[in-house]
């Protein structure tokens, strides 16, 4: 597609449950990024996949997060057992260049 | 603790006037910022960006100025437009780290007519 597309838009969830967030990133680009942002903060970095490279996942805050990038192009991240701190938009970017690229319009994550 | 610092959560202009957003940061090993614009259920969208190298950096009515020695920039809008508003975001990475943009936390644009 033209964009980084991600699904769903929208996910109301129950506490405990899990989660998988999708995207799609540019065909081509090599970089991609999960952020989230919560309520009132700016955005908060969680793990960056470049090429073939090992992932840096230093910025998923706990154990229950987990992301995996298959053939270089389709992104999940995993939110198991999801609390209400975990309610945010998650976003994706991909990029030609390593460095803020082009942004998904979100998942917006409610945890009820 | 926060590397970008975005320290005004919201800012009103005239439409026609000049809008300017602040940001500073406090790694100095950033030297590549962004700008990224988002607009409500929308991602940011990329708007300009400047290099430690310059100074300033100029695209239509967006202009970005760096002062590397007060670890500050700023984003001019002129003239300012109602389609104007919106959250701007303020980013910067280190070329010789990781590439990983840290943002700060916005600042609300209105534009009014």
């Known amino acids: 597609g033209a964009g980084v597309s991600q699904s769903p838009s929208n996910k109301v969830t129950e506490k405990g449950k899990d989660v998988e967030l999708r995207c799609d990133p540019i065909s081509g680009h090599t970089a991609l990024y999960w952020y989230r942002q919560s309520l009132g903060q700016g955005l908060e970095f969680l793990i960056y996949f470049q090429g073939n490279s090992a992932p840096d996942k230093s910025g998923l805050p706990s154990d229950r997060f987990s992301a995996e990038r298959t053939g270089g192009s389709v992104s999940t991240l995993t939110i198991q057992r999801t609390q209400q701190e975990d309610s945010a938009v998650y976003l994706c970017a991909s990029s030609l260049r390593e460095g803020a690229g082009t942004f998904g319009s979100g998942t917006r994550l409610t945890v009820v | 603790d926060q590397q970008v610092k975005q320290n005004s959560p919201s800012l009103s202009v005239q439409e026609g006037r000049i809008s300017i957003l602040n940001c500073d940061y406090t790694n100095s090993m950033f030297d590549y910022f962004l700008w990224y614009k988002k607009y409500p259920a929308e991602g940011p969208t990329f708007l300009i960006s400047?290099?430690?190298?310059?100074d300033k950096n100029e695209d239509g009515r967006f202009t970005v100025f760096l002062n590397k020695s007060a670890k500050h920039l700023s984003l001019h809008i002129v003239p300012s437009q109602p389609g104007d508003s919106a959250v701007y975001f303020c980013?910067?990475?280190?070329?010789?780290?990781?590439?990983?943009?840290?943002f700060g936390r916005g600042t609300s644009l209105i534009v009014h007519p």
């Open positions: 400047i290099s430690s190298i310059k």
């Open positions: 980013a910067a990475e280190a070329s010789g780290g990781s590439y990983i943009p840290t």
